[in-house]
């Protein structure tokens, strides 16, 4: 997987409760995506992240979610209030430019209970 | 809008060859990749086409025709360990800055002895 990390693997939450999902790229990688699984689906896009800016957001919902990509540190994917359909797989894959292929990182489970 | 298809599920024997096969429709086409994803795991890279061809990799090969929409994956000399699911992903028209892939649902793929 060429690196990307991501942390917490497993998450639980309680409805109501606020998640957040830490994704370090690939060492000089700039370019972050979340994508969103859920059992026997397919990736969904969530977000597009370059350093310090949010790049397409349109996978993401309005409410609740937000993601950042600062200057120093992880990407964050964070969201608020959680409710049980929120519960997936969310990965993270960085690439060295937009061109380029992805290398996801482990995945984060949530579970929301 | 895009669409990508593939099968739901295919089983096959060890030692043998299996083919699996993706058609998508996506507004403009820039670049075709095949992942492959054991449960519980990240999606990891296997190839990556952009021209009609056939490109080899070991036992995996993968083989893309842009004016027919259509690519596959063709996985020879099975092993137990190829059991998997494995998600065609198409890298579409550039929007908003960005090269957005769409995933498709990921074929599970069974090798029994």
């Known amino acids: 997987n060429a690196g990307v990390m991501q942390n917490p693997r497993h998450l639980v939450r309680r409805r109501g409760q606020e998640a957040r999902l830490r994704c370090s790229p690939v060492?000089?990688?700039?370019?972050v995506y979340w994508y969103r699984q859920l059992p026997e689906e397919g990736l969904k896009f969530m977000v597009y992240l370059q350093k310090e800016n949010i790049i397409d957001e349109s996978g993401m919902p309005k409410e609740r979610f937000s993601a950042e990509f600062p200057k120093e540190g992880p990407s964050i994917l964070r969201i608020q209030q959680v409710v049980r359909g929120d519960s997936a797989a969310y990965f993270c894959?960085?690439?060295?430019?937009?061109?380029?292929?992805?290398?996801f990182g482990p995945g984060t489970r949530l579970l929301v209970l | 809008g895009q669409n990508i298809d593939q099968p739901t599920e295919m089983t096959a024997t060890e030692g043998a060859i299996v083919q699996i096969n993706c058609t998508y429709q996506?507004?403009?086409?820039?670049?075709l990749f095949w992942y492959q994803q054991h449960a519980g795991e990240a999606p990891t890279f296997l190839s990556y086409n952009v021209l009609d061809g056939l490109e080899e990799k070991g036992r995996f090969s993968s083989f893309l025709s842009r004016s027919k929409g259509y690519s596959y994956l063709l996985l020879k000399e099975l092993q137990m360990k190829d059991s998997a699911s494995y998600l065609c992903a198409v890298r579409g028209a550039r929007t908003g800055g960005s090269y957005i892939p769409t995933f498709g649902r990921g074929t599970s793929l069974i090798v029994h002895p």
């Open positions: 060492k000089g990688h700039s370019h």
């Open positions: 996506t507004s403009g086409f820039n670049g």
């Open positions: 894959a960085s690439l060295l430019t937009s061109q380029e292929t992805q290398y």
